[in-house]
């Protein structure tokens, strides 16, 4: 039974930085690529970044890319998020997904998703 589970989110200031991780487990994951999404109140999820599991092959999206990184620890079974000038548009629930093949940003093609961890950027 896969299992994603979501830390390192809180409070900080407009201007500053987050490192989110992700713990996956369950399975190998080979074969996967897991992405980060996010959901602001009253708003659709939207697709942060992704990263492929083998050849760590990533993408962001265009709103966050000059201030996103993605990356993976294999050996830890890990995916991190790192967000950085952060804005207060930038507050939301993030949640890691994953699914099979490469990733994708539209958030129905992942199976296994987090229980996510909140943002909350003060201005």
């Known amino acids: 039974q896969v299992q994603l589970v979501e830390s390192g989110g809180g409070l900080v200031q407009a201007g500053g930085s987050l490192r989110l991780s992700c713990a996956a487990s369950?399975?190998?994951?080979?074969?996967?690529?897991m992405g980060w999404f996010r959901q602001a109140t009253g708003k659709e999820r939207e697709f942060v970044a992704g990263?492929?599991?083998?050849?760590?092959?990533?993408g962001c999206a265009n709103s966050v890319k000059d201030r996103c990184t993605i990356s993976r620890d294999k050996a830890k079974n890990t995916v991190y998020l790192q967000m950085n000038s952060l804005k207060p548009d930038d507050t939301a629930v993030y949640y890691c997904?994953?699914?099979?093949?490469?990733?994708?940003?539209?958030?129905?093609?992942?199976?296994?998703w987090g229980q996510g961890t909140q943002v909350a950027v003060s201005s």
């Open positions: 997904a994953a699914r099979q093949g490469f990733y994708s940003s539209s958030s129905s093609f992942y199976a296994y």
């Open positions: 369950g399975r190998t994951f080979d074969g996967y690529s």
């Open positions: 990263i492929t599991w083998s050849g760590g092959v990533t």
